[in-house]
């Protein structure tokens, strides 16, 4: 029922891009990104609705596919700062306001 | 304005005892949740309170239990404790929880000993 993450694990040079995806076997009412560090609360990223509303950080671009439930985090030109742990949840059509969360992706930014 | 406060931030209990958990949300939220937060499983939901009402509740056996006060803090419990009850335990508040952004506080880390 959690939503698959993919990659589990990535190591960027600062600059590089990166790509998270988030794929749900369910129909999906809306995907939320988030960005954990260590130690610290998850902090929100990125709100994409079912119809395309987007709500988020200026920095930050993601998109939905709704025919394939596919979500993706688009991380442009890494910064140090980017380092975390990336994670997905996702609101489900048939289960309301249940987030369902991915295993999360872990990004390290190195100089 | 505040964020979520989590109370307390560190526990240590022994099997078979019981803990309570407390998070205040951000003023004006009405909307709580509770995740477990472990290595490799990710953040599990535990349920959600919207109003002193809850609305979901995830797919945890029922020694896990919570509940919410009309000033929008909320409690979770856990009955005799097990070893794998060890993890972290967010709470997120949102104006509604519907479709809102999860403004999560810090955990609290229970240890099972």
């Known amino acids: 029922q959690q939503p698959v993450q993919s990659p589990q694990a990535v190591i960027l040079r600062e600059g590089e891009d990166a790509v998270i995806n988030c794929s749900s076997s369910k129909a999906l009412y809306s995907v939320h990104w988030y960005r954990q560090k260590h130690g610290e609360a998850p902090v929100f990223l990125m709100i994409l609705l079912k119809g395309g509303e987007q709500k988020g950080h200026e920095k930050i671009s993601a998109s939905f596919n709704e025919k394939k439930q596919q979500s993706s985090l688009y991380l442009t030109a890494s910064q140090l700062s980017y380092s975390g742990t990336y994670f997905c949840g996702t609101e489900r059509i048939d289960t309301g306001n249940q987030f369902y969360f991915g295993t999360g992706t872990s990004l390290t930014v190195i100089p | 304005k505040a964020g979520v406060t989590q109370t307390p931030r560190y526990l240590i209990k022994t099997r078979g005892q019981q803990v309570t958990l407390s998070c205040s949300p951000i003023?004006?939220?009405?909307?709580v949740s509770w995740y477990q937060q472990t290595p490799g499983q990710g953040l599990q939901f535990l349920f959600e309170?919207?109003?002193?009402?809850?609305?979901n509740k995830g797919n945890f056996p029922g020694r896990f239990s919570g509940r919410q006060f009309s000033n929008s803090r909320s409690e979770m419990n856990v009955s005799t404790l097990e070893l794998g009850d060890s993890a972290l335990y967010l709470c997120a508040s949102s104006l509604y929880g519907e479709t809102g952004e999860l403004f999560f506080g810090e955990g609290s880390r229970l240890t099972v000993l």
């Open positions: 309170y919207f109003s002193e009402t809850q609305r």
């Open positions: 003023s004006g939220h009405r909307s």
